[in-house]
């Protein structure tokens, strides 16, 4: 079969489009995916992570506490009906009169009351006020969900980064064990080295080959952690924008920073509610040894012939007091006095673990600076120290183990530098996540308020 001069003509753009990569920082994001920044990650996982769906759940959830709780407040009104059935009609007899029939045989019977609690000893105050500041926790508790989402979010994105820039250190070592491969087969050609040289450097190709491979798997694996993060399909693969970090205290102590974040951090806050919770639950508990007084009002309706009203109007002002609950009332106070005492043992550890965690990012924000500047040069001499013994090699003064070694080097050297830069900002958003600052790495713009039970950005009002 003969070609004509068309389909060469094909072919060769064929060849060109698989030889000619796109150029570099060029490439088009991954088929379903798209490029994302920091902030815009922050706010699509504000949007759509299923943990802040769940705390807004309960945002929900403790606002209809409140409402159940302001009941105590309002009357209660009850209305019972019902129509009654006799074998015979009731009657009543006295002494030296005949019976005489008193109801009918079957009647209709209805009562309707309202019910108002008038004063219980603090009972139905400190229950609403429990609720109340239940609903200011479960907001502060959102809020510290929130920056807990964030860290792990701004975590796994400098991870994903991170994992992308051991692909490229990867693919470079193969590109230049396949050099240096290519270099002992021509000497080995020339009856210069020995087939050992040629031996020794395909391990070293086939090496570093599996290591690449792990690195392309490390991607995906790291891309579909973030987007199960954002609430997005685990098989999308983003373009991510490379972004350093700046919005940390600048030259500020560690007692200075530790300060701030006793004063910011949602979580403690929420801590001190609770705590605020279990006193009134104390006070709540207390008001079981005192009566409730209540007034009592409402309409009695009895069907019958036989009486002068069948509707009749009543009120009652009156106590309830449990006398004797089998030292029930006594262990209820017991129980909130002791849960109190847990909250603010549970507080007080929140504090130290707070300043334990900001102490830990400070000084590892400085270690991983440090790390930087030294691995850094490291790379650049790691370089020069690959191309010397490769001159050397070639120029049969030096061996191709030495070859190796130092491309082995230059890239653990490669590896550790942008672990350095990576671990650096990583270390930026815990200290930021540790003094309860990390939402301010989203623009205020970006995190719409958003509708509890829809979970989308709720209408602003003009």
């Known amino acids: 079969m003969r070609l004509t001069m068309p389909s060469y003509g094909f072919l060769i753009i064929l060849m060109l489009l698989w030889v000619c990569p796109a150029p570099a920082g060029e490439q088009p994001p991954a088929a379903g995916g798209q490029t994302l920044t920091l902030s815009e990650a ?11 769906k769940l705390s807004r759940v309960q945002e929900l959830i403790a606002e209809q506490d409140r409402v159940r709780a302001r009941a105590g407040f309002l009357p209660t009104i009850k209305a019972n009906t019902f129509h009654q059935f006799y074998d015979d009609p009731r009657k009543y007899t006295f002494p030296g009169t005949p019976p005489f029939t008193f109801l009918n045989r079957n009647y209709w019977e209805s ?3 309202a019910e108002q609690t008038i004063f219980d000893f603090g009972a139905t105050p400190s229950r609403y006020q429990r609720a109340a500041i239940g609903k200011e926790v479960a907001r502060l508790e959102t809020q510290a ?15 994903v980064l991170r994992a992308e820039k051991f692909k490229i250190i990867a693919e ?15 000497l080995h050609e020339f009856g210069v080295v020995t087939y050992n040289d040629v031996l020794q450097a395909e391990v070293a190709l086939a090496d570093a080959r599996q290591r690449l491979i792990a690195a392309k798997n490390h991607i995906v694996n790291t891309q579909a952690s973030l987007n199960k993060l954002l609430g997005q399909p685990i098989h999308l693969l ?3 924008k490379d972004e350093d970090i700046t919005a940390i205290p600048k030259n500020a102590a560690l007692e200075e920073v530790t300060q701030s974040a006793l004063q910011s951090r949602s ?12 006193e009134k639950g104390v006070t709540e508990a207390r008001a079981g040894h005192f009566p409730r007084f209540y007034a009592m009002g409402g309409q009695y309706y009895q069907q019958s012939r036989y009486v002068l ?36 043992i549970q507080k007080k550890d929140l504090a130290e673990q707070i300043k334990l965690e900001v102490q830990n990012a400070y000084l590892g924000l400085q270690e991983t600076a440090e790390r930087i500047a030294v691995t850094k040069n490291a790379v650049k001499q790691g370089e020069e120290n690959l191309r010397l013994n490769e001159e050397r ?38 200290l930021l996540r540790a003094i309860g600052k990390i939402s301010e790495l989203a623009p205020a713009a970006n995190l719409l308020p958003v509708d509890l039970k829809t979970s989308k950005p709720a209408a602003t009002k003009e």
């Open 172 to 186: 470079q070592e193969v590109a230049q064990l396949s050099n240096h491969l290519k270099v002992a087969k021509d």
């Open 393 to 430: 090699y070639r120029e049969q003064v030096g061996t191709a183990t030495e070859v190796i070694d130092a491309q082995t080097l230059l890239t653990r050297i490669r590896v550790n530098y942008q672990n350095a830069v990576y671990d650096h900002q990583i270390q930026k958003a815990q």
């Open 145 to 159: 969900t929130r920056d807990e989402v964030f860290f792990l979010v701004a975590q796994t994105y400098f991870h």
């Open 238 to 240: 983003n373009t991510l």
């Open 309 to 344: 009203h069948e509707t009749q109007w009543f009120a009652i002002l009156g106590l309830n007091w449990k006398l004797f609950s089998g030292f029930d009332t006594k262990a209820q106070v017991s129980q909130a006095r002791e849960r109190l005492q847990q909250l603010e």
């Open 42 to 52: 922050f706010q699509r996982a504000w949007k759509e992570n299923a943990h802040l």
């Open 111 to 113: 009562l309707v009351t």
């Open 267 to 278: 979580d403690l806050q929420a801590a001190e509610g609770r705590r605020r919770q279990g």
